[in-house]
């Protein structure tokens, strides 16, 4: 299917990660990956593959995802990033064609992802369906860097797609991915202070995503936050029913959550470990 879409993909050491993830999107003829300094053979396996290979120091996802879009000379303009542990899937390019064919006036789509650990679709643990802005029309919206993450920033309206993407997130082991929250924790607890007070009415609005973003303002004022959140996920969310992988996953987000209240209790004292 030759969508005229070009596709980003953020890399750093993902040269077990990258193979898949380019296999995902072979079809498309406009691929770019962006990389922030991989020591291993990240680049190489894209230049084997055609694709080309940029290079940015990263500074946040909202910066890097940025640079993309001013600095890569690319063939369309509407793009979809995804990360090196992330995959297209067959049915999400049917509803971007569909999507394209009816000339879209918005800045971009919320696209929901797939999360899955231990072989398994973590349904209610990973609180499907959780979305990003993965799919935009470059001229229309760019992104701001926040906590661990980024938010899209445009004066257009956004729209939804139903179909997901899948994500590996556990690719590289569980020491790599407690290693990695372990510095998203910092970063959350950065940005908490400049998090505005959670409003009562967006917490009973219905689009999913302005209460998720509600609820997380509020959770960040909370203490005892592991209990919270695996209470939450145990029960509210129902992780028990995604099996092992889903109690387990919801220990490790409690446990991250865990980390971040360390982060906020010290800085409160006006102590920087």
């Known amino acids: 299917m030759n969508l005229p879409v070009t ?3 953020l890399t750093h ?3 077990s990660n990258l193979p898949g993830c380019l296999d995902s999107v072979a079809d498309f003829e406009d691929v770019h990956v962006v990389d922030s300094g991989s020591t291993d053979q990240t680049t190489e396996i894209a230049r084997a593959r055609g694709v080309f ?3 940015h120091v990263f500074s946040g996802f909202g910066s890097q995802r940025n640079w993309a879009i001013d600095n890569i000379p690319t063939q369309y303009p509407w793009q979809f990033h995804l990360d090196a542990d992330e995959r297209m899937t067959p049915e999400l390019k049917v509803e971007i064609g569909e999507t394209l064919a009816t000339n879209p006036s918005v800045g971009g789509f919320y696209v929901p992802n797939k999360l899955i650990f231990a072989g398994r679709w973590l349904r209610r643990a990973g609180q499907y369906p959780a979305y990003q802005v993965r799919f935009f029309h470059k001229d229309r919206l760019r992104f701001t860097n926040h906590g661990h ?4 920033a445009t004066d257009y309206p956004l729209g939804r797609l139903t179909q997901p993407y899948l994500h590996f997130g556990f690719s590289k082991g569980l020491g790599h991915w407690f290693a990695k929250h372990a510095a998203y924790a910092r970063l959350e607890a950065e940005s908490a202070y400049t998090l505005d007070e959670a409003r009562v009415v967006e917490l ?4 999913p995503i302005v209460r998720r973003r509600a609820l997380k303002r509020l959770a960040m004022r909370l203490p005892a936050r592991y209990f919270f959140r695996l209470v939450y996920l145990l029960l509210f969310r129902g992780a028990i029913f995604d099996g092992y992988a889903g109690v387990t996953y919801a220990q490790m987000l ?3 959550e865990a980390m971040i209240e360390v982060h906020l209790r010290l800085a409160r004292r006006g102590v920087r470990p």
Request: aromatic fraction near 4%.
């Open 53 to 55: 290979v940029h290079h």
């Open 254 to 256: 409690a446990t991250y």
């Open 149 to 152: 993450g980024q938010r899209e």
């Open 7 to 9: 596709i980003v993909v």
């Open 13 to 15: 050491n993902e040269e």
């Open 204 to 207: 009973i609005r219905r689009d």
